[in-house]
């Protein structure tokens, strides 16, 4: 019988049979894990409350408090006893066809779960972008991913480069897709993205023997003109990269900004508002600013040392709050509705100019060349979600990747 369908027992509700409470101590982890796990899938980590979780397991908060001290430490227990396995198995599967070629290249599973996705994959999105700012998070989901990255060979201390960098390609194309996919819960087909990638780690490759310099890229910040505007998106954009949309209060964005909060208010309606602006100003125009490098790209005679120097930038330093805020701008979209449609059309904006760019002028081209339009998205949003969770991504020489993928066939 599933967890969902047991009536909950609360704990110490047969104090003269011990072995039944221990039965129903079980089934009661059982619906508060799964409980928990619902809640997240709804309201996101942020929001996790031991209440609701209390309410939708059929059980009382004390219940809830003999096992958990707080949000945080349920959502690790959801990720270990859920999510964990779950998500590794998909990983493995790619690693295993796209990678290793271990297993036969039979995409249909792996697509099907990177266009609808599973509950378990849309809460381990959330847990895996929330880990490096909950400590109760980070102490096990960081640890997980290193220790899976080792076993497959991977890990920071491997001599093996260029497997090394397929391995975070792979999983910040994956990752990339879902994040993409999440603002407007668009159906692709993306096994022509992962063919190439499938034929392209095959293909004989010489390691460069110099170092890959990446190409300059300044902080980006708002340039609306509007003084005030500019210090609240900017503001705005910080605090969320390093906490999240949900504990981004106003007075800490006015007080980053160097306002007061009714600058905020006396100009936008919610933090929803201000959110975004900010998607527009900053990611809608880095998008359109990096379609210069793509024109450059396209003229080169080594167009995959050329995007690889591309990456390594948006790589640096600098960028990496802009980063953080691009993929906590995803995980507030999954919630936020508002949000959701100001990123999808920042997102379909930006791939009807990365078509101009490519001279896709017939329907017919542009339908062709779409998926590769995405692409161009959802590569540096893979890879900039892998860094959040990955030691020593922006050290990777992405041309072991990138050459023998843009190379002519």
């Keep these: 019988m599933a967890a969902s369908q047991v009536v909950p027992i609360e704990d110490g509700e047969s104090a003269s049979a011990p072995r039944r409470r221990s039965a129903s101590s079980q089934l009661n982890d059982a619906l508060i894990l799964d409980a928990g796990l619902r809640e997240i899938e709804e309201v996101g980590i942020d929001r996790l409350g031991m209440s609701p979780v209390a309410r939708r397991a059929g059980l009382t908060t004390g219940a809830m408090y003999g096992r958990y001290e707080s949000g945080g430490e349920l959502a690790a227990a959801v990720w270990i006893e859920r999510v964990r396995d779950r998500h590794f198995e998909l990983l493995d599967r ?8 271990s297993a036969p290249l039979e995409l249909d599973d792996l697509l099907a779960e ?9 809460v381990a999105l959330d847990v895996l972008t929330t880990a490096r700012r909950i400590d109760e998070l980070e102490e096990v989901v960081l640890s997980d991913i290193n220790q899976w990255m080792s076993w497959w060979g991977a890990g920071p201390r491997t001599r093996r480069k260029r497997r090394r960098a397929q391995v975070v390609y792979t999983l910040a194309t994956l990752w990339g897709i ?26 004989d490759y010489d390691e460069p023997s110099d170092r890959l310099v990446p190409m300059d890229a300044p902080v980006v910040r708002s340039q609306t003109d509007d003084a005030v505007q500019d210090a609240l998106i900017d503001a705005v954009a910080a605090i969320i990269a390093r906490v999240g949309l949900e504990r981004a209060t106003g007075s800490r964005i006015a007080r980053r900004a160097g306002l007061t909060s009714g600058a905020i208010y006396g100009r936008y309606e919610s933090k929803d508002d201000l959110l975004d602006h900010a998607i527009d100003s900053l990611l809608a ?11 450059d790209i396209l003229v080169s005679a080594d167009p995959g040392a050329e995007t690889a120097q591309v990456l390594a930038g948006y790589l640096s330093p600098p960028r990496r709050d802009w980063r953080r805020f691009r993929i906590e701008a995803h995980l507030a979209a999954r919630i936020h509705p508002q949000v ?3 990123l999808d ?5 930006g791939k009807r100019d990365y078509l101009d760019a490519l001279g896709a002028r017939t329907p017919k081209e542009r339908r062709d060349l779409d998926i590769l339009a995405r692409s161009a998205q959802l590569t540096p949003v893979g890879l900039a ?10 050290a990777i020489d992405w041309r072991l990747v990138l050459c023998p993928l843009l190379a002519p066939a």
């Design 94 to 101: 790619a690693i295993a066809m796209l990678v290793d070629r």
């Design 114 to 122: 990177l266009g609808d996705p599973s509950t378990e994959t849309i």
């Design 178 to 203: 879902l994040l993409h996919r999440g603002p407007g819960s668009r159906r692709l087909d993306w096994s022509f993205t992962l063919r190439s990638l499938h034929r392209s780690f095959a293909r």
């Design 285 to 295: 125009r880095r998008l359109t600013d990096d379609l210069g490098s793509l024109r």
């Design 340 to 342: 959701a449609e100001t």
């Design 345 to 349: 059309r920042v997102q379909e904006d």
């Design 385 to 394: 979600f892998a860094d959040l969770l990955i030691p020593g991504v922006p």
